[in-house]
């Protein structure tokens, strides 16, 4: 690995000697392999029985209680149970989200993970915040977007809207946060060893736009975060301009102060490389995953919780309105009214545009408050998609923890016909299955509708989420 000059020559100033070297023994080694399990999807099958040998000797995130480090790098794409939902993979530092949230959120929050794309840390993010509490997640880029939103439909959860916009729309939508994680764009020196053309990119004048364009995204979206609020910064660089300097920056133009995690030393977590603030830097040949850089900061004043005001709200207004008698949400038809009964929960029924989304009923007023001031790609559950007189059950609702798995008849696949599925190829299901809408599965987790006509299953796999690739691996990719 050939590292830009100015790159080494800053950065072994910054660090000193010992620290230096230790990096670049890290940055020439190869990149670990790590995956997080979905606590809400547990699959029976434990560490110790997985027939991949892989798995069966992975050894824990420190930081994260559902992490796994690989020894080896499967090929996670022919792994079912990754597009069903059970697992991502993820590099090993990002999972530290987990940590700071697990010791500074302890009630409903109302949050936002700002740059959100793919879905790591909004994933890791949801699997740690308390009941009651509502995510937002946001990419502003349209195709990036896209996948976020598949990833958050695939690990299962009602709680969370997904949107499409830069960070100054979200203005309209007034002091909307508890905590905002702002995983800002940067120059990437983490990625080196992962990606060469993050070394090609790399450059002094980059580094400069990207401390700017970091500074402006974070001026941008600061009104959003309540008085008293957290804002965790974070980004997979090594330079001080771009990480110290920065929330250097914000705590004094901005007003805020900064928020100590507790590390155990064997975690090997490096602080501050310019001053004493409390921040955390990872950093290869001393921890595992590629580097990352991350701050808590406590906006300055003190406001009340947004989750806790807007329940409180909107069990007052559902109290006026079942008063009054009047002013209720217009009565879905008979066939969308069906729907609930295919969801186990405490739901809000609305269409939209062709679609029916179902939205946890304790955050629809929130729902309505902002849907009109941003764009949104993604909120609860979406159902299904009306066409014709029918309506048409979305993957959405196959894959969310809120399914009621009675409401469907179920056929179990076989490695290869679950495959072919997620190819969006035709497949033949069990002749005992009845014909209709039918939810398919592999080892007893669901994939998503197939439509049985008898003598073959309609696929109703989402065409841009299906794997693209016709290779078929030579045996099953067990994984968990």
């Not at 660090?15 to 230096?20: A, D, I, N, R, T």
């Not at 009651?132 to 976020?148: W, Y």
Request: proline share 6%; charged share 20%; aromatic share 8%.
């Amino acid at each position: 690995m050939i590292l830009p000059s100015h790159f080494e020559d800053y950065t072994r100033q910054l660090m000193g000697p010992s620290l230096y070297e230790k990096l670049i023994e890290g940055l020439q080694q190869d990149a670990s392999a790590s995956i997080r399990l979905n606590p809400f999807k547990p699959h029976k099958t434990t560490q110790k029985q997985s027939p991949n040998t892989a798995i069966a000797s992975a050894s824990r995130v420190p930081w994260c209680a559902n992490g796994l480090i690989l020894p080896t790098r499967p090929n996670f794409t022919f792994d079912p149970l990754l597009h069903a939902g059970l697992y991502y993979v993820q590099e090993s530092s990002s999972m530290f989200i987990s940590e700071v949230l697990r010791q500074l959120v302890h009630e409903p929050v109302a949050m936002l993970d700002l740059c959100a794309a793919p879905g790591g840390k909004t994933t890791a993010t949801r699997a740690v915040l308390p009941a009651g509490s509502l995510l937002f997640t946001n990419e502003p880029m349209k195709l990036r977007a896209s996948i976020l939103s598949e990833n958050v439909q695939k690990f299962g959860h009602s709680d969370v809207i997904v949107t499409n916009n830069y960070p100054k729309d979200y203005r309209k939508a007034g002091q909307l946060f508890d905590i905002i994680l702002a995983d800002v764009p940067c120059s990437g020196e983490g990625m080196f060893r992962k990606d060469p053309n993050a070394i090609n990119e790399w450059s002094l004048q980059n580094v400069e736009k990207c401390t700017a364009l970091q500074r402006s995204i974070i001026e941008d979206i600061w009104p959003c975060l309540r008085e008293g609020g957290l804002l965790v910064y974070s980004t997979c660089t090594f330079n001080a301009h771009e990480n110290e300097e920065n929330v250097e920056w914000i705590a004094q133009n901005l007003g805020a102060d900064f928020v100590e995690i507790k590390i155990k030393e064997q975690w090997n977590i490096t602080g501050s490389l310019v001053n004493n603030h409390p921040v955390y830097r990872f950093i290869p040949g001393l921890t595992s995953g590629e580097g990352l850089f991350m701050a808590v900061l406590r906006k300055h004043g003190d406001s009340a919780n947004v989750m806790s005001e807007a329940c409180a709200s909107a069990t007052k207004e559902t109290a006026r309105k079942r008063h009054k008698g009047k002013e209720r949400q217009a009565t879905p038809s008979a066939d969308i009214a069906k729907t609930a009964t295919w969801l186990q929960g405490d739901f809000t029924i609305i269409e939209e545009k062709g679609s029916i989304r179902a939205i946890p009923t304790w955050w629809t007023s929130v729902y309505n408050r902002i849907k009109s001031s941003l764009y949104i790609i993604h909120a609860g559950i979406t159902i299904g998609n009306i066409k014709g007189r029918d309506v048409i059950p979305d993957t959405s609702l196959a894959l969310s923890t809120s399914l009621n798995t009675a409401a469907f008849p179920s056929a179990e696949l076989s490695y290869t016909d679950a495959l072919n599925y997620l190819r969006k190829e035709a497949i033949t299901i069990n002749s005992n299955v009845p014909t209709g809408l039918v939810i398919v599965t592999y080892r007893n987790q669901p994939l998503g509708f197939v439509k049985n006509i008898g003598n073959r299953a309609n696929n109703l796999y989402p065409q841009e989420w299906k794997i693209k690739t016709s290779h078929l691996p030579d045996s099953d990719a067990y994984i968990i």
